[in-house]
């Protein structure tokens, strides 16, 4: 399974940012999908997934959603703040098909990260 994210740039504060990501491989069925910042010193931490919603920060600006034909999900950024800066990685909780054909357990997957930059 590959988490492939796109949409990271360099933006002004107050601009607009889509993040997307698309899930391919033997996947049975995707639970969840979402995504996370990491900045420098810091922990991982939640953006949003369609499951658990967003993080304080980021309600009202940003909006997650699916498209489940295409295995894909996507983050609209709005109004980006200087905070907001940081590498977003793509998550995905799903089960894949295994080697006898049969699904198995729900597995976490990362993406790569793509690199958001909030300047003044």
């Known amino acids: 399974v590959q988490l492939q994210a796109s949409g990271g740039g360099l933006v002004q504060a107050g601009g607009f940012l889509r993040l997307s990501c698309t899930a391919s491989?033997?996947?049975?069925?995707?639970?969840?999908m979402g995504w996370y910042r990491q900045t420098p010193g810091r922990q991982r931490e939640l953006v949003a997934t369609?499951?658990?919603g967003y993080a304080d920060s980021a309600k009202g600006r940003f909006t997650i959603s699916r498209d489940n034909a295409k295995n894909e999900v996507y983050l609209q950024m709005n109004s980006l703040k200087l905070e907001d800066t940081g590498t977003y990685y793509c998550?995905?909780?799903?089960?894949?098909?295994?080697?006898?054909?049969?699904?198995?357990?729900?597995?976490?997957?990362w993406g790569k990260g793509t690199q958001v930059t909030v300047s003044s």
């Open positions: 369609t499951l658990d």
């Open positions: 998550y995905a909780s799903l089960r894949v098909i295994g080697s006898t054909g049969l699904p198995g357990d729900s597995t976490d997957y």
């Open positions: 491989g033997r996947i049975f069925r995707i639970n969840d």
